[in-house]
């Protein structure tokens, strides 16, 4: 076990090499000049000089190359052309909330999507089956976008006034500012590291809610939350019905399954304790690997919903040519996308034994 | 004479891709796709028939009671004034007409996108495949770099470099897409390498390149077709979301992402501007979707019942 996760490991070095190389390249031949994008009028021969100088772009391509490798090795980020604060600090700030809109959807689109699944696939033909099937195949083919707005426009204009209805943007209702949890806790003066981790978890509506003791912040945070993760949700809770449906359609077609049956086991024991754990592999890699869809339609959802996390602020600087956010904030997303799936590979190599001996 | 020919007849009825048709065409699900499929190809194809209007006219001044995000008048269902089956947008066309219009496009961008993406990715599998060596460890691990993209952030990017609008979104989705047929073309290349229909080639004297494109590439073409379906659905639905973050198509062009882009914020006041388009790329990803999956449970021989 320990040899594969360290071959795991050592393959994912290079292709994080990689990462870095192609997002330094894009930042660099990206059209525009940062320093008028910036400056704009005041962009004289002089202003853009120093401008350079400051952010290192007079170097020779290779030189500012190898600074920047030593900078992101040094886990600095650079700082922000457009806030002028240091991308970390906007990356403490912007990707809390992405990872619990992220999580929340995940969660969401495994619950349900394993359920679906079992249920279609312990009546197979029936119509519970096709009804299923027809929600999988439409879920996975209707646009992030399309079902966010659509979401939005049922619960914040069609159902305004009732008990069901649900905001349509932000995180929190307009004028609510929630409290820092290391301030709530005494800690305002700490730093380092763990000042780091309070702020994080802090930017995270929900836990921030519990943990500074908050039951009307909770109750408004989750509200808000709600649209935006079934929107997120709906395309891998598809995928993940279809994978458990076929699955476990394979797996209660063995013969252990059948000796199950023979003993005299209740269905219920037989598809919940010997086909369910089996059928449940396939379904692992397809969860890990739906987080890049996640991510990529977290972009879509945040514009959307009008959530300050990091698909938006990614878009955003694109447009404002922001080059050092865009840097730091891709490799940030595309390194955390890499070890996710090395995570999954792993998991499925602990679940499965035979896949460690094959590889 | 005539028995002569009954036998071949006979032979002719079981071929593979006569099987595969029939097995395609038993499934249900396939059959409905297709059923779309055809609708959206005459939508598409006879656009200029069926819409009333141009798909950029604007009915402003041209047309008595034309309001701007009018719902939409069904003279079936009792409505009077002119006919607008889906209603007006906000700059007063006919949303009707833009749908049908957007199937060209759609269509269009699905199949050279993915076209794009497979003549790069099965050239660059193939070489590695066959060529193996370093320049093999180089292709695969710079698809791998590729493939460590959030999809939609890596193809946002690029229309950043290259610049916004249709054709370099359809590049930029394209591009994003090679590694998927690279690595299924390489690993039927090295399935078939060391074939031994492909070493007889060999010893008479075929050159490589002929090996390549006479033996190896028509038996990688299953697993390639069935991929490709499938990778029509999600082009369709990646250049309709850059389109939506005009980043794709540009207005006035009827395409389904950037109307429904443009008009956002108009939703809760006119929900069908939304609506509609929103239907029609479901239903086109939906139709390639079944067709891909029909595609595949035909095609895959171990699949076969």
Redesign the interface.
Known sequence: MTTYILRRLLISL???F??L???FT?TR???GDPCRAMLGEKATEAACAAFNVRYGFDQPIPVQFLRYLGQVATGDLGESIRFGIPVTELLIERLPPTVELALASLGIATFFGIRLGVAAATRRNSKRDVGT?IFA??G???????LG??L??LF??VLKGTPIALPSAGRYSPGTIPDEIAVVWGLGGLGGPIRVLLDFVSNMAIPNAILTLRPDLLIDALAHLILPAVALATIPMAVIARITRSSLLDVLGSDYVRTARAKGLTERQVVGTHALRNALLPVVTVIGLSL??L???A??TE??FNFAGV?RT??EA?TARDYVV?QGF?VV??VG??LVNLLTDISYAYLDPRVRMDS | MTAATVPTKRAAAQTPLRRALRSFLEQRTARVGLAIFAVLLVAALGADVFASYGPTEVLIGKEQGADRLAAPCINLFGCTGPQHLFGLDGNVRDVFSRVLHGARVSLQVGILTVGFAIVLGTLLGSIAGFVGGWLDTLIMRVMDVLLAFPSLLLAIAIVTVIGPGLINAQIAIGIVAIPIYARVMRASVLSLRDREFVSASRALGASEAAILFRKVLPNALTPIIVQGTLGIAGAILDVAALSFLGLGAQPPLAEWGSMIGGDRNLLFSAPHVVLFPGIAITLTVLAFNLIGDGLRDALDPRLQR
């Open positions: 290079p292709v994080i990689g990462i190389v192609a997002v894009i031949i990206l059209p099937m195949n439409l996975v083919s209707i646009p992030v976008f399309v707005l659509l939005a426009y914040a204009i890049g869809g991510l990529s339609g972009v879509l514009t959307i698909g990614i878009s694109i865009v891709t997303v595309s996308y890499v």
